[in-house]
């Protein structure tokens, strides 16, 4: 079986994620609230995004003991980028995050050319930006 192609984010130490959203800069999201996997240990997180510079940050992650119920999602697109001083994936220690190709989870990433998805099982090839993620909630 071939390899997908998926979104990756690690951080970018003051470059840019090229993104085919307008406007994003113009808007205060405040934070968003996102559903996120451990691609180590496959344990639910939450992970807490903020507008920083123009862009959508994953500022940190926390573990979620029991999955949450099936939160109300909007898509929120943007540059999406990890936010300077981003301690890591609160289970596993990943710097970075993708977004699966195939059924849209945010995962923990740790740099590799090729990942596995927690909720699918995918084993995509980490390629690209992410320019929209489905938040909980946010405001």
């Keep these: 079986m071939m390899a997908e192609r998926v979104r990756p984010i690690l951080p970018l130490h003051g470059h840019a994620v090229r993104s ?7 808007r205060q999201i405040g934070h ?3 559903e ?5 240990t496959a344990g639910h ?13 994953l500022t940190r992650t926390s573990i979620v003991p029991n999955h949450p119920s099936s939160l109300g999602a ?6 999406y980028t990890v936010a300077e001083g981003y301690p890591g994936c ?37 390629d690209g930006s992410i320019t929209a993620i489905a938040a909980a909630d946010g405001g």
């Design 36 to 40: 996120m996997r451990c691609s180590t």
């Design 74 to 79: 909007r898509v929120v697109p943007g540059m």
């Design 45 to 57: 997180l939450m992970g807490i995004f903020r507008t920083m510079g123009g862009t959508i940050s």
């Design 32 to 34: 968003l609230h996102v």
């Design 90 to 126: 609160a289970a596993c220690g990943a710097l970075g995050y993708f977004q699966c190709s195939n059924c849209r989870t945010v995962s923990c990433w740790n740099g590799a050319p090729v990942s596995w998805c927690a909720a699918c099982g995918a084993r995509p090839v980490i």
């Design 20 to 26: 085919d959203s307008r406007n994003v800069a113009d």
